[in-house]
């Protein structure tokens, strides 16, 4: 399928909902987990029940995010976020799902934006269930560990606020509680092993079920969170559409794909 006919078979089925992924992000210089085959690049992430269960694997994440935050933090929208909130003012998007994290979305202007997997710039306590900016806890972690950014080795940076980092001792990282009521801290995101609310779910599939279409734009829909979406669309009898790199999940669903980086095609495709 080319870009100009990818362009008119959207405004023939407009408003069509959106669902995106790593691939629209990593422009902006935040990395993803899948090669374009759709294999992990690196170990896979951390699990919930390892992240509760283990304090450990809590001080790991939290060592490693104290420094991988500000890759998140420092982020802007590219050209593909921009490229996506045109066409919905536009009217030619009613609806965008991201997978993302980042919030660059709505940074770069798009309204109607359900984070499927939460937001990293958002803590939540598993006991009293407070929410708290990012920001804040990131100032908590770095009086408490005043020394760490410049004790450990930094080699990169990893997807999801994550670093790798080595000649870390993660058992002296300190990891303060809720101070509303000395809770499990955790970020506002939906782990690997972790459910999308129901409630989440059902609002995306009511926006779905308004649009003409659903266009995948760089995810490899692999995890069963976004694929879902792709499998009612077409139980639906409702046309998919991919834009991105690298093999899907969902390509044998499609009925038509454009093989091309995130930001040259919805850059082109808001021109067509």
Known sequence: MSLPELAQALQNAAPVMVLTGAGVSTGSGIPDYRDHSGAWKRPAPMQLSEFVGSELGRQRYWARSLVGWRTVERAQPNAAHHALASLERRGQIQ???????????????????????????????????????RQQHQMALEAANP????????????????????????????????????????????????????????????????????????????????????????????????????????????????????????SALEQL
């Not at 202007?109 to 269930?129: A, F, I, K």
């Not at 002296?172 to 955790?186: D, N």
Request: with cysteine; net charge negative; glycine share 12%.
């Open 147 to 266: 020394h760490w950014s410049t004790s450990v080795h930094y080699s990169g940076v990893a997807p999801d606020g994550d670093a790798d980092l080595h000649t870390a001792d993660y058992a002296q990282f300190k990891v303060p509680a809720c101070s509303a009521c000395g809770g499990l801290l955790k970020p506002a995101v939906v782990f690997f092993g972790e459910n999308v609310p129901v409630e989440r779910v059902n609002i995306v599939r009511e926006m779905l079920g308004q649009s003409g279409a659903l266009l995948v734009v760089g995810s490899s829909l692999m995890v069963w969170s976004g694929y879902r979406f792709v499998r009612a669309a077409a139980a639906a009898g409702k046309p998919v559409y991919i834009l991105g790199l690298g093999v899907t999940r969902g390509d044998a669903e499609a009925l038509g794909r454009v093989t091309i980086d995130c930001c040259n095609g919805l």
């Open 95 to 133: 609806g965008l799902v991201t997978q993302n994290v980042d919030g660059l979305h709505q940074q770069a202007g798009s309204q109607q934006v359900v984070d499927l997997h939460g937001r990293l710039d958002r803590v939540e306590c598993l006991d009293c269930g407070r929410v708290m900016p």
